[in-house]
């Protein structure tokens, strides 16, 4: 996987093929500590402690048999090859939290990506769940919440042709803003 | 959240705009968005999808769905067109699913060289 957009999208598919209705993420860049985080929380069911563990250490253990998952195992690895690691924790609110922390500098930490073209794709093929992203570059922050564009839109879908082409547009700009032109 | 009048405006501009088919059940489009659909470019082919609706004005349900176990063959494209049975697209591509779009979507035509077997694709 290419750019953390795309495990993002692999990380929603999880939370929504587990039966979440909203999904946080968390985007957390910190350059003077040399460090971005990754933290998806959502409201489905959990994983058993069992469950998580083995997710967790999927990737150094079970790389054989084929009945693990794909998606954890590999975010874990590019965690790993950029000095972080991955974690699968309860989240607060119930459900599930993954934390993927990285070293921001580090040549082997996967660029951002299209955030706005995975923000887009989760509206538009979503509209009956609720994201709330809110994306922190030293100190600044850009914050995408499918609850305030219900808001404004009334009776309108979010997954509106018009509106997921403003999604993509207005968010690959203001992300590229916020870090300052990096993608 | 930025340029939230933005979004009143364009509610405001796209109230009666797409032009629905009257008295016709609407296609549905769903991809597989599992880690290898994605990893095989499963984003970037919706994209091209949503796209080519959205400029021929066409109107279709797209959803997602994860692993199918055909891995090999991602991105896959299921199409449904209303009384017709289902379709599956294997290697589908930005330009392929333009054409998926085109062809299939706007004038019915199976693209049957890009289409997977039914012995190939999952059961229901
Ligand atoms: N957000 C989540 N909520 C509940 N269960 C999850 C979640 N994410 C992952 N899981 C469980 O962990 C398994 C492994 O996930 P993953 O590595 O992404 O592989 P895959 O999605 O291909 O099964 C999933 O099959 C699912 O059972
Ligand atoms: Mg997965």
Same mark, same amino acid.
């Given at each position: ?21 909203? *999904?946080?993420?968390? *985007? ?41 998952? @794909? ?47 995975? @923000? ?64 | ?124």
């Amino acid at each position: 996987m290419e750019e953390l957009a795309l495990h993002l999208l692999d990380l929603y598919e999880n939370s929504r093929a587990a039966g979440a209705r909203c *999904i946080w993420v968390n *985007i957390d860049e910190d350059t003077t500590e040399d460090r971005l985080t990754v933290m998806v929380d959502d409201d489905g069911p959990g994983m058993d402690e069992q469950m998580r563990a083995s997710v967790a250490d999927a990737f150094v253990t079970t790389r054989k048999t084929r009945r693990v998952g @794909l998606g954890l195992p590999l975010l874990a690895q590019a965690c790993e090859q950029s000095d972080g690691y991955l974690k699968v924790t309860a989240a607060p609110r119930g459900g599930t939290r993954v934390v993927a922390v990285f070293q921001h500098s580090h040549v082997d930490r996967p660029p951002l990506g299209d955030m706005g073209g995975t @923000l887009a794709i989760i509206v538009a093929t979503n509209p009956h769940l609720d994201l709330v992203y809110h994306h922190c570059y030293n100190g600044q922050e850009c914050v995408f919440d499918t609850r305030r564009m219900r808001e404004e839109l009334d009776d309108l879908p979010i997954n509106h042709p018009q509106v997921v082409k403003w999604v993509r547009d207005t968010y690959r700009t203001s992300i590229q803003d916020l870090r300052g032109g990096e993608i | 959240m930025k340029s939230l009048e933005e979004l009143r405006e364009i509610k405001d501009r796209v109230k009666e705009d797409i032009r629905v088919r009257q008295g016709q059940d609407e296609a549905r489009i769903v991809v597989g968005m599992g880690t290898c659909g994605i990893a095989a470019g499963a984003r970037d082919a919706l994209e091209s999808i949503l796209d080519e609706l959205n400029k021929r004005r066409l109107k279709a349900v797209v959803t997602q769905t994860g692993c199918v176990g055909i891995c090999s063959r991602e991105p896959l494209v299921d199409v449904f067109m209303p009384g017709q049975p289902r379709v599956t697209y294997g290697e589908v591509s930005p330009s392929r699913a333009r054409q998926i779009v085109a062809q299939h979507v706007a004038n019915g035509n199976v693209i049957s060289e890009w289409a997977l077997n039914v012995s190939e694709s999952r059961e229901e």
